[in-house]
């Protein structure tokens, strides 16, 4: 039993330094692109895009299951977009509430007849509606297929070479896909894919589509996705973005080529992790070509949209993101550690699968010996007392840092008090947050072997009054 | 042993947490109390301001800035305000006299400062208000930059808002230069010096084909309808690039001198030349072309029939043309989509 523990012990520090180290490297990465650009305004430096007859235009898709409440108001701040050339395509996937019979009345919308390219086969296509009063916004109404394939019924409407992807509960930014775009045009074309930072708008004052008021939510669930999501965005984005090893993209808010899309065969209806496998599969399709073309993340374009405040919710929702990741990463198994697909097989794929996937049963393994160890006698309590701090501060730590980025970066929330708040609850993670989540992706690793694709149920509350 | 060095570590990390807090919420809380002290200062000169803009004898907002702690900083957000919202503010003379007699010590030292954002920040302000008197600090800069990075991109379209002829020159030394940022520096130009720059790129031999790509494009964007006969001989080209950028021209400047030059397009092997065939024959109205259009719908390229039965839209029998098509072609896709534009004129935001 001894040997046992003390075995595991080891597995379990060894991966914690590795799994620390990785995260302190990420944020030296990320820390050198946001100081560079801390100071950069940002308004001048797209300014030059708006008026260009060189912007790309693009398709913007909206793919919408239930989404009754939110989206119209998506549409709208959709519409308020500062965008030279732009048309907005909402694909209702067989909604059983009245998603379709919203946009039909707010937008003024007759069904039209349209010779549909197919690029890639999707769920029956019942209808084609256009709006009478902003001519570039349309519905496809369509049998369900699950959010992939919307998104491909979609690709196979859009008119434009580019098409920006975004949940149907979310509100971007006035000047966002601007901001998204201007890595592309800059590059002519050698970006293929830019992502841009999810922000969460529980707390916040949205109004006429727009962010008024930005403010932090009162719910403590809320608060920690808050900070998450500067760790995943501002530290593990940023920095796998700039080694060109980015895997994912949010599904909530990306841009893509629709031609490079296309040629990989459009989002995989088998996953439900279809955003982050097909940014995989890109790779792999530049990596096979010798292409020369990227994958980035923006930092700064913001997609504000609605977390869970409940915690089956969330429980669902990492759930189904555990095991996307773990589906993607079986799907695209014969890249790991292979060199031929650079650094994306060599560095980005076992970052994913021991840290992002497998993190979570060291974590476990990591409590069990605590408990267990005490509980046998086999471990010195003032040692695990020790060790659980450390563990608890450097988390924390983290988490501390990417707050600094999004200081440095965007600085969106206004008070000091805000600060304050964001770094409690940080360190309350490690207590309470964190062994959810070990919980709930574990369960997630088990969940991959009952497949059924399906939406990420979530009850919406709307996030714009 | 091993506990005190945990010992350490622990407060080690607790004490790192707190100095990032504490640096962090002073940093934000100094900021804060700049950034309000600056928008008084931005409020309480507003309506001097635009006093002085009307009537620039009156002294009242020189003196009110001088005095002005942060005058720098609150004149150049005036100005950023007042060129973005103000028609024809990107060239007044004010605007250039302001940022000369305030501005001109601040930009010299920031375009030398380590920070790329400040030097870039610098170099869109003095584009956006003319500052005449550093370009030669900015063309000493160009010659020294050795590679065409963003920063280097911002500099040559600064100068040429300068209205500095030899931007197209520095910009050519880089065989990687984009079309899009030769079309930056054309635009930014003054009406005779960039009919200059055009001249020049068109009659240039072929060694820099992006440079006349370029010009081409920028002559259809602008309307500049003189060129049109330069740019109508390079329809017989042997480069299809550079017959594209004609066609794309043409289509956008809404004249062809000779019509039946479009003939060879219509059955090019090429389907972007037969795209652009078609919408220059919908938009320029050439009736003799309609039965070749009816052809097109059935093109084995999507965006040929698309643009061909869109091009039979603006004719004034363009319904009863789709109409009839749209039961009588012989091919499926072509019926298809007449069907498709015989009911609804596809939007898109222009």
């Known amino acids: 039993m001894h040997t046992f523990f003390e075995i595991l012990a080891y597995v379990i520090i060894f991966y914690m330094i590795f799994s620390s180290l990785s995260y302190v490297g990420l944020f030296m990465l990320a820390f050198g692109k946001v100081k560079k650009e801390s100071k950069l305004d940002r308004r001048e430096s797209t300014e030059d895009i708006l008026k260009n007859p060189y912007t790309y235009p693009v398709s913007i898709l909206v793919p919408a299951y239930n989404e009754e409440v939110g989206v119209v108001s998506t549409v709208r701040s959709l519409l308020a977009l500062e965008y030279p050339e732009k048309e907005v395509i909402v694909i209702d996937d067989g909604s059983k509430d009245s998603t379709s019979e919203r946009m039909i009345q707010e937008f003024n919308m007759v069904q039209i007849p349209f010779a549909v390219r197919t690029h890639i086969q999707t769920a029956k296509i019942d209808a084609i509606y256009q709006s009478s009063i902003f001519p570039y916004i349309r519905l496809i109404k369509k049998a369900n297929g699950g959010k992939a394939d919307a998104l491909n019924a979609g690709i196979n409407l859009s008119s434009y070479s580019y098409f920006c992807a975004i949940d149907g509960d979310s509100i971007l930014e006035n000047d966002g896909l601007l901001k998204t775009m201007k890595p592309i045009i800059e590059s002519d074309g050698q970006v293929i894919v830019t992502g841009g930072s999810v922000r969460i708008a529980n707390g916040s004052t949205i109004s006429r589509s727009k962010v008024e008021i930005i403010d932090l939510p009162k719910h403590p669930v809320v608060l920690m996705q808050i900070i998450e999501y500067f760790r995943a965005f501002l530290i593990g984005r940023l920095a796998l973005s700039h080694l060109n090893i980015l895997l994912i993209v949010s599904g909530a808010f990306g841009v893509f080529n629709k031609e490079r899309v296309i040629q990989a065969g459009g989002y995989n209806k088998n996953t439900v992790g279809e955003d982050m496998e097909l940014v995989v599969r890109l790779h792999r399709l530049l990596r096979e070509e010798k292409s020369k073309q990227r994958i980035e993340y923006v930092p700064d374009p913001v997609c504000w949209t609605e977390a869970p405040e ?130 709930w992706r574990i369960q997630g690793i088990f969940a991959t072997f009952r497949k059924q694709a399906h939406w990420g149920d979530m009850k919406r509350k709307g996030i714009s009054s | 042993m091993t506990i005190y060095y945990l010992w350490i570590v622990v407060a080690a990390l607790f004490l790192s947490q707190l100095v990032l807090l504490f640096i962090l919420a002073w940093r934000k809380q100094r900021l804060r109390t700049k950034e309000q002290a600056i928008h008084a200062q931005y409020e309480a000169l507003t309506d001097s301001f635009s006093t002085y803009m009307l009537d620039p004898s009156d002294e009242k907002f020189s003196q009110e800035l001088r005095s002005s702690s942060y005058k720098e900083v609150v004149l150049e957000h005036l100005l950023n305000g007042y060129v973005s919202v103000t028609k024809g503010s990107s060239t007044s003379p004010l605007v250039a006299k302001l940022s000369e007699d305030f501005l001109t010590e ?217 109409t009839h098509l749209a039961i009588n072609h012989p091919d499926r896709f072509a019926r298809d989509m007449a069907a498709q534009w015989e009911t609804f004129l596809l939007g898109s935001e222009k």
């Open chain 1, 310 to 439: 409940s915690l089956e919710v969330l429980r669902s929702q990492r759930v189904r993101w555990q095991r996307g990741l773990f589906e993607t990463l079986w799907t695209h198994k014969k890249m790991m550690f292979n060199p031929k697909y650079g650094a994306v097989g060599l560095v980005s794929m076992p970052y994913f699968l021991f840290v992002e996937l497998l993190g979570a049963v060291f974590e476990f393994f990591g409590y069990f010996i605590i408990v267990g160890g005490l509980f046998f006698s086999l471990v010195d309590p003032q040692i695990a007392g020790i060790l659980f701090l450390v563990t608890v501060l450097y988390g924390s730590l983290i988490s501390a840092l990417a707050v600094l980025l999004e200081e440095l970066t965007l600085h969106k929330y206004p008070k000091t008090s805000h600060l304050v708040r964001l770094y409690f609850w940080a360190l309350t993670e490690a207590f309470w947050y964190r062994p959810l989540m070990v919980l």
């Open chain 2, 106 to 322: 601040r930009y010299t030292k920031q375009l030398e400062r380590k920070s790329w954002a400040i030097r870039m920040n610098t170099l869109y302000f003095i584009e956006d208000f003319h500052m005449q008197s550093l370009s030669p600090l900015l063309k000493e800069k160009l010659h020294k930059s050795v590679r065409l990075d963003q920063e280097t991109q911002q500099l040559i379209r600064t100068l040429a808002s300068l209205n500095e002829s030899e931007t197209v020159s520095a910009l050519a030394k880089y065989p990687d230069a984009p079309v899009r940022l030769y079309i930056d520096v054309f635009k930014r130009m003054e009406l005779s010096t960039q009919e200059r720059a055009l001249h020049a790129a068109l009659q240039a031999d072929h060694a820099n084909k992006t440079l006349k790509y370029a010009a081409i494009s920028y002559i259809g964007m602008a309307g500049l309808t003189a060129f049109l006969p330069l740019i109508e001989k390079e329809l017989n080209s042997q480069d299809s690039e550079i017959r594209i950028q004609v066609l794309k021209s043409i289509l956008r400047l809404q004249y062809i001198t000779t019509p039946s030059s479009l003939m060879p397009f219509f059955h090019s092997t090429s389907w972007q030349e037969r795209m652009f065939a078609s919408r220059i024959a919908g938009r320029l109205q050439l009736s003799r072309f309609k039965e070749i259009l009816g052809e097109l719908l059935g093109d084995s390229t999507w965006w040929v029939r698309y643009s061909s039965a869109e091009a039979l839209t603006q004719f004034s029998d363009g319904d009863i043309l789709l």
